[in-house]
C-alpha cells in the first residue's frame, strides 16, 4: 500500500562555483565553473523536471563571508558563496525549458527594498504561470551592513521584527493594491485597467514607508508561496505567521522532530491549521548502486573538499571566527547574531557529541550541518522514509555536491525506488506552485494566512487620491 506522504524534493544551489561544501568545484566531474553560463542553469531545470524535482531552491547572501579570520580570503580561494549572482535572474530562463518545475528565491527582508522587490517577485510570478517561492531571510553577515552603508548589522531577534512589518507591506502591495477584476483588457473600450478598482498603499510604520499602487498587475498566486528557514526561537515565531514552507539542516532526527513541532505549534498560536506548514530537512545524498560504492564517491569527494574553506562556512552559520581557535577546541554554546539553531544543533542539542573545530572541515556528517545519507539505493530510501515517519518532515533541500552526477544519480537511482515504495509522485500536480504543494489550494494564500487579511478594503485609498 502506498506510503501517506509523498516525500517533497528542492535541489539546493546558489549561484556560485560551490555552496555548502567548500572547494567541491575543483572536482574533475564538476561543472561549477559553468556557474556563470546559461546552460549551466537551464540544464539544472531539465534534470529536475526529468527527476519530477519540486523546485529549484536558490540560496544566496549579500555581502562577503568575512568571518574566518576576518577577511574573505578563505571563502574566496575555496570559491564557497563567493563570488556569487543574482538568483533572480536565472528564473526566466530555467522557466522557460520547463513546465511544472517551481523555483524558491531569496530575498533578504533587511537590505532589499520592499516595493522594489515586490515587483520583481510578481513580474516573475507572471513569466512563470505561478512556480516562484520567495525564501525570506533577514541576513546574518556583518560585511552586508558595511557594505550597504549601515552604521550596525541588527541583532538576531530585531531583524524579525523589521521582518514582520516588511512582510505586512509586502502583502499591502500584492494583495491589496490591484482588486481581482481591475485589469479588464478590454479591448473594445479601449481600457486596459479599472482605476476605480486599483488602490494606493499608504503605510507609515517604525521601519518602512510607501504610498503609491503596487507596478504590477495581480499575478497567478499574487503573493508567491513564503519560505523562512529561521530555526530559532523567534525565527519559529515568524515562520508560524508566515510561512507555508520552511526549512532547517540538522543530523539528528530527534532535533528535527523537535523543530517541526515547534514549527506547526507556532502555526496554531498565529491561527493556522498545523499542516498549512510544509518543513523540509536539507540533506547531502551520496548514492550509487551499492554501498561500497556510495562509500567510495564520498571518499572520492572529500579528497577535494576544502577543509579552511568549509570552516569559513561554519565561522559564518555560527557568528564565531573559528580561526582563533585550535583544531582539538570544543564548540561551546554562545550567544550570536548568525543562525543560532545550528549553534543549539551542536551543543545543547547534540546528545553529549562534544563536536571539535577540526570535525568541521571535513567532508562527514558533522554536528550541526544537514543530513548526511552515504550508500546504497535501498539504504537512502530507507534513512529518506525513516526521517519523513519519526521526524514528521514533508521533504528534503538536496545540498549540492559534485554535479551534474550527484543530482543526476538521485534522480535515476532514488526516485524511482521511492515511487515503488509509493513515497514519491509520478507525475506533477497541475496549477501554480501552491497549487502543486497544497492541492485544492487554488493558488492564492489560505484563509487562515495573515496575509489575507490586507486584500482589498476600505483601509487602503484609490490610487487617484495619491495621483491628485
Given at each position: 500500500?502506498?506510503?501517506?506522504k509523498?516525500?517533497?524534493?528542492n ?8 555552496q555548502?561544501?567548500a ?16 546552460e549551466f542553469w ?6 529536475c ?6 523546485c ?7 555581502g ?5 579570520g ?8 575555496s570559491g564557497?558563496m563567493?563570488?556569487n ?7 526566466s530562463a530555467?522557466?522557460?525549458?520547463t513546465?511544472?518545475?517551481?523555483f ?16 520583481r517577485?510578481s513580474?516573475?510570478d ?19 551592513a558595511k557594505?550597504?552603508g549601515?552604521?550596525?548589522?541588527v541583532g ?8 514582520d512589518?516588511?512582510m505586512?507591506l ?16 478590454d479591448?473594445a473600450?479601449?481600457v ?6 486599483v488602490h494606493a ?10 504610498e503609491g499602487?503596487h507596478?504590477a498587475e495581480?499575478?497567478?498566486?499574487r503573493?508567491p508561496l ?7 526561537t ?12 520552511t526549512?532547517?539542516?540538522t ?8 523543530t ?18 510544509k518543513v ?12 561500497a560504492?556510495a562509500?567510495?564517491?564520498?571518499a572520492d569527494i ?9 570552516l ?6 555560527l557568528g ?9 577546541d ?10 543560532q ?5 551542536m ?5 553529549g557529541?562534544e563536536w ?10 558533522v554536528?550541526g550541518?544537514?543530513?548526511f ?5 535501498d ?17 528534503f533541500?538536496?545540498v549540492?555536491t559534485?554535479e551534474?552526477?550527484g ?5 535515476d537511482l ?10 514519491y509522485?509520478?507525475?506533477?500536480r497541475?496549477?501554480s ?8 489550494s487554488?493558488?492564492?494564500l ?9 486584500r ?13
Amino acid at each position: 500500500m502506498p506510503d501517506a506522504k509523498e516525500i517533497a524534493i528542492n535541489a539546493f544551489s546558489m549561484a556560485a562555483p560551490t555552496q555548502s561544501w567548500a572547494g567541491l568545484w575543483a572536482h574533475p566531474a564538476s561543472n561549477g565553473l559553468a556557474y556563470t553560463d546559461l546552460e549551466f542553469w537551464t540544464d539544472l531545470a531539465k534534470l529536475c523536471e526529468r527527476g519530477l524535482i519540486d523546485c529549484v531552491f536558490l540560496a544566496d547572501i549579500l555581502g562577503a563571508n568575512d568571518a574566518y579570520g576576518g577577511t574573505p580570503e578563505a571563502a574566496l580561494r575555496s570559491g564557497t558563496m563567493l563570488p556569487n549572482n543574482d538568483p533572480m535572474m536565472l528564473i526566466s530562463a530555467m522557466a522557460a525549458v520547463t513546465r511544472d518545475l517551481s523555483f524558491g528565491i531569496t530575498g533578504n527582508t533587511t537590505y532589499e527594498t520592499p516595493y522594489l522587490l515586490a515587483r520583481r517577485f510578481s513580474t516573475l510570478d507572471h513569466l512563470t504561470k505561478g512556480r516562484v517561492a520567495w525564501n525570506v531571510v533577514t541576513g546574518i553577515l556583518k560585511s552586508t551592513a558595511k557594505a550597504v552603508g549601515a552604521e550596525n548589522q541588527v541583532g538576531h531577534d530585531a531583524r524579525y521584527d523589521i521582518a514582520d512589518e516588511y512582510m505586512e507591506l509586502m502583502y499591502k502591495l500584492w494583495e491589496g493594491s490591484w482588486e481581482d477584476d481591475a485589469a479588464v483588457r478590454d479591448k473594445a473600450a479601449r481600457v486596459f485597467a479599472d482605476p476605480s478598482k486599483v488602490h494606493a498603499i499608504r503605510h507609515h510604520g517604525a521601519h518602512y514607508h510607501c504610498e503609491g499602487i503596487h507596478l504590477a498587475e495581480p499575478s497567478p498566486q499574487r503573493t508567491p508561496l513564503i519560505y523562512a528557514a529561521g530555526a530559532s526561537t523567534r525565527g519559529r515565531a515568524f515562520a508560524g505567521r508566515h510561512a507555508e514552507a520552511t526549512f532547517m539542516s540538522t543530523n539528528s532526527i530527534d532535533f528535527a522532530k523537535k523543530t517541526v513541532r515547534a514549527y506547526r505549534e507556532e502555526a496554531i498560536k498565529a491561527g493556522r491549521r498545523p499542516d498549512s506548514l510544509k518543513v523540509f530537512n536539507a540533506a547531502t545524498v551520496i548514492v550509487a548502486r551499492t554501498s561500497a560504492e556510495a562509500r567510495d564517491l564520498a571518499a572520492d569527494i572529500a579528497r577535494y573538499s576544502d577543509e579552511t574553506g568549509n570552516l569559513a562556512m561554519f565561522s559564518q552559520w555560527l557568528g564565531i571566527d573559528l580561526s582563533k581557535y585550535a583544531p582539538d577546541d570544543p564548540i561551546t554554546y554562545v550567544e550570536s547574531n548568525a543562525i543560532q539553531s545550528i549553534m543549539e544543533a551542536m551543543t545543547r542539542e547534540s546528545g553529549g557529541r562534544e563536536w571539535k573545530v577540526r570535525d568541521l572541515g571535513a567532508f562527514a556528517k558533522v554536528g550541526g550541518r544537514e543530513a548526511f545519507f552515504v550508500g546504497s539505493v535501498d539504504e537512502v530510501c530507507d534513512e529518506m522514509i525513516r526521517w519523513r515517519d519519526e521526524a514528521d518532515i514533508d521533504g528534503f533541500n538536496l545540498v549540492r555536491t559534485v554535479e551534474p552526477s550527484g543530482l543526476t544519480a538521485f534522480v535515476d537511482l532514488v526516485v524511482p525506488e521511492l515511487q515503488n515504495r509509493g513515497a514519491y509522485k509520478t507525475a506533477y500536480r497541475e496549477g501554480s506552485m501552491r497549487e502543486k504543494l497544497f492541492p485544492g489550494s487554488g493558488g492564492r494564500l489560505p484563509q487562515d494566512h495573515l496575509g489575507v487579511t490586507f486584500r482589498t478594503s476600505v483601509s487602503v485609498e484609490r490610487a487617484e487620491a495619491v495621483l491628485a
